[in-house]
């Protein structure tokens, strides 16, 4: 007989409070309830990868590898799982193919289980590198296309996109929702058609920010959805995921209860409960991320990328054309390929958008990351680009229609040449390769307090007092 127990994916660790906390949640505030987190029985623990390892070295003077060991050490029955960025890594650009395979024989070498991996474009060709990679290290590998609305977007184009996914040998496939646009209706269309062309187990991941995802997660999982995306519940609703204990709560007693334990999961929820109350009180959490904004699903806009549109027209002191830009974003968005609005392509578009609307005249000026898209820097995008916006960008320069990563050298071995002086172990020149100037300052600090120092009472000349 087939299970049909709805799976569980645990996104406290990661993606909870990178979509209420800026990704601030520190390891010390983890290791102590890993222990009962371990014992739940999730499908996996969503706990590396996205914007948490920017945010160790840029903020929080953490090793992400460090915590990954942790956090693999504190829950070693669990699968662990994470989110890459294909060709982008967890970085901000293309990166050459030796450091994508060492990137992930690293992360799977230090306790990952499952990789999540997705293009900002849904471009496939950016994601052969890394399955490829994360094959070889035996890691369960699942592909996420990122899911949007507009011209083309049709439940054909999604069946097609899953059955390539599939194609390339995805253990499982993920509906990744980033914005909180798939509304009930669509994942009533969406499941049956994506069951009926692929025999992976589908995962739908979204977001509470449009106020529609727990109804959104009823159709789909009623439809035959495999696995959720769900965050214990002080760190749920808002921009967050729907709350694991409801989720469960609601199928108690059906063929597709979860089983997991309530009493452990309030024990959770009881841990957490003023971990989230300290950072609202440090100022970060906004309350403003906590409730439900209906704009995402009236501009299509993902909730981020509105509060960057806000802040550049302030900075501006333009904040009265704001409707005028979000009137002239889905323009921009459809010349240029028609892309999901994730980073990087939310920011792109927002930005230019909002220059066409302060210069009065479209594409006036045109920003660099605009030209890279025109240029094929990033994909291949859904639809062709505008021809005359693409011309304006490039003059006479020919358009990349490779793999974009199939332009770049490979660079490890440089790499570690460049961070020899700092490295003390294999993963610095990764970390080095994604964000260079942050890693190398946290590189001199942790030099600094290795050698018994104390790095805030370093003065100008470099020298520094005991701690």
């Known amino acids: 007989m ?3 127990r709805l799976k569980i994916v645990e996104t406290v660790l990661r993606d909870a409070h990178q979509s209420l906390a800026a990704t601030r949640m520190r390891t010390e505030d983890m290791l102590p309830i890993l222990e009962k987190m371990d014992q739940v029985g ?19 003077d953490e090793d992400p590898w460090d915590r990954l060991r942790a956090l693999r050490k504190g829950m070693p029955n669990s699968r662990l799982q994470m989110l890459l960025r294909g060709q982008n890594l967890l970085g901000y650009r293309h990166y050459a193919d030796d450091v994508v395979e ?17 293009d ?29 609305l507009g011209d083309g977007y049709t439940k054909e184009y999604w069946m097609g996109l899953a059955k390539d996914i599939e194609s390339m040998g995805a253990d499982s496939l993920c509906i990744k929702d980033m914005s909180g ?22 995962e739908l991941h979204t977001h509470c920010t449009s106020g529609v995802a727990l109804m959104t997660y009823m159709r789909a999982i009623d ?5 959720v995306d769900t965050a214990i ?18 199928y108690e007693g059906s063929d597709r209860d979860p089983g997991l334990d309530q009493d452990l999961l309030a024990e959770i929820a009881d841990y957490f409960r003023p971990v989230q109350e300290k950072y609202i009180k440090a100022g970060t959490i906004d309350p403003k991320v906590l409730g439900v904004d209906i704009k995402a699903l009236r501009y299509q806009v993902p909730g981020g990328m509105l509060s960057n549109l806000v802040s550049q027209l302030r900075d501006q002191n333009a904040s009265e054309k704001f409707y005028d830009v979000l009137r002239e974003i889905p323009r921009v968005r459809d010349d240029l390929g028609m892309p999901p609005l994730v980073t990087p392509s939310s920011q792109i578009v927002g930005t230019q958008a909002v220059l066409n609307v302060l210069m009065g005249e479209r594409y006036k000026v045109m920003s660099q990351e605009t030209k890279a898209i025109l240029r094929g820097e990033y994909g291949r995008t859904m639809k062709p680009f505008n021809p005359e916006v693409q011309k304006k960008a490039l003059g006479d320069e020919e358009p990349i229609t490779v793999r974009p990563a199939d332009l770049l050298a490979p660079e490890l071995d440089k ?6 002086a700092y490295s003390i172990q294999d993963e610095d020149v990764l970390s080095y390769a994604l964000f260079p100037k942050v890693a190398v300052d946290f590189f001199k600090n942790r030099q600094i307090k290795m050698a018994g120092l104390n790095p805030e009472l370093v003065d100008s000349k470099n020298k520094a007092y005991p701690v």
Not at 415 to 420: A, M, P, T
Request: overall charge neutral.
């Open 2 to 4: 087939t299970d049909k």
């Open 120 to 148: 900002a474009l849904n471009d496939v060709r950016n994601l052969e590198t890394s399955v490829r990679a994360a094959k070889k290290e035996g890691g369960h590998v699942q592909i996420a296309f990122s899911y949007t």
């Open 102 to 118: 060492y990137f992930v024989q690293k992360s799977i070498a230090n306790g990952i289980d499952v990789i999540r991996i997705f």
């Open 233 to 250: 519940s002080p760190w749920a609703m808002g921009t967050s995921q729907p709350p694991t204990e409801v989720v469960c709560k609601a």
């Open 223 to 227: 439809q035959g959805c495999d696995i």
């Open 42 to 60: 999730y499908h996996a623990i969503e706990c590396w990868g996205g914007a948490t390892f920017d945010a160790c070295l840029r903020f929080l």
């Open 415 to 420: 790499l570690r040449e460049e961070i020899k």
């Open 181 to 202: 646009l798939m509304i009930p209706q669509a994942a009533d269309e969406l499941i049956p058609a994506l069951k009926s062309v692929v025999k992976i187990p589908i």
